[in-house]
């Protein structure tokens, strides 16, 4: 059974630009959740996508939008990059049932370097 | 609002030995779950062991458990027989609710020595 997958695994943009991660959930999956990792701020949650819809949402500026495909697959947006935002970007799939507990599985990341 | 503190920064163990990394948690929710996740350098989150709020017993995979002390709002790791590649980052988790949002601390770097 194949793995989250992220793509790109690297990416460098600069200030001011705009980036699209993507994340492919495990097959069956239908939750997909990110994590923004850096060394100061730690793992903070950015957003759940489940079923298309957003279900849960982090404490991350409007700059910060997502979305999730029919087929689960989930894309997060960053606009009008800034140095900050310099991290690694993980996404989790999981079954997503509501009420009892998912275990997530993460992909390998997306590392960002804004310059 | 959810919590979840580690204090040990870093830590050194023997290859072979056992090692407890420390994790302490604070929730209003009801129910909850605690994780614990393995990070190697190449930056990846594996999946090591859950423990429910309601589990009466202590969760284990292999040489992995958990000590839930529920009354102490701690949920410690315990790997038993230390091997080189556990040389990792070490996260514990809290999630609960509906969604499957996770809490992170700020997590435990293990230095396994030959």
């Known amino acids: 059974k194949a793995g989250v997958t992220q793509t790109p695994r690297y990416l460098i943009k600069t200030r001011g630009q705009q980036v699209t991660l993507s994340c492919s959930p495990i097959?069956?999956?239908?939750?997909v959740s990110w994590y923004q990792q850096t060394p100061g701020q730690g793992l903070q949650f950015l957003f759940e996508y489940f079923s298309e819809t957003q279900r849960n949402k982090g404490n991350f500026p409007g700059r910060f939008s997502g979305r999730q495909f029919s087929n689960s697959r989930s894309e997060m947006n960053v606009s009008t990059l800034e140095l900050g935002d310099s991290a690694l970007y993980l996404c989790?799939?999981?079954?997503?049932?509501?009420?009892?507990?998912?275990?997530?599985?993460f992909g390998p990341g997306t590392r960002l370097t804004v310059l | 609002a959810q919590k979840i503190t580690q204090t040990q920064p870093g830590m050194f163990v023997q290859e072979k030995e056992a090692v407890t990394l420390d994790c302490t948690y604070d929730?209003?929710?009801?129910?909850?779950?605690l994780f614990w996740y393995k990070q190697p350098s190449s930056g990846e989150m594996i999946f090591l062991i859950y423990?429910?709020?309601?589990?009466?017993q202590n969760a284990t995979e292999g040489r992995y458990s958990l000590n839930f002390q529920k009354a102490r709002k701690s949920a410690n790791l315990v790997i038993s027989a230390s091997q080189l590649g556990d040389s990792a980052m070490y996260f514990c988790?809290?999630?609960?609710?509906?969604?499957?949002?996770?809490?992170f601390g700020t997590g435990t770097l293990l230095a396994v020595q030959p």
């Open positions: 423990q429910g709020s309601y589990d009466q």
């Open positions: 989790a799939s999981s079954f997503g049932t509501s009420g009892q507990y998912n275990e997530q599985f």
């Open positions: 097959s069956g999956h239908r939750s």
């Open positions: 988790a809290s999630g609960g609710g509906a969604t499957n949002k996770l809490i």
């Open positions: 929730t209003s929710d009801p129910s909850y779950g």
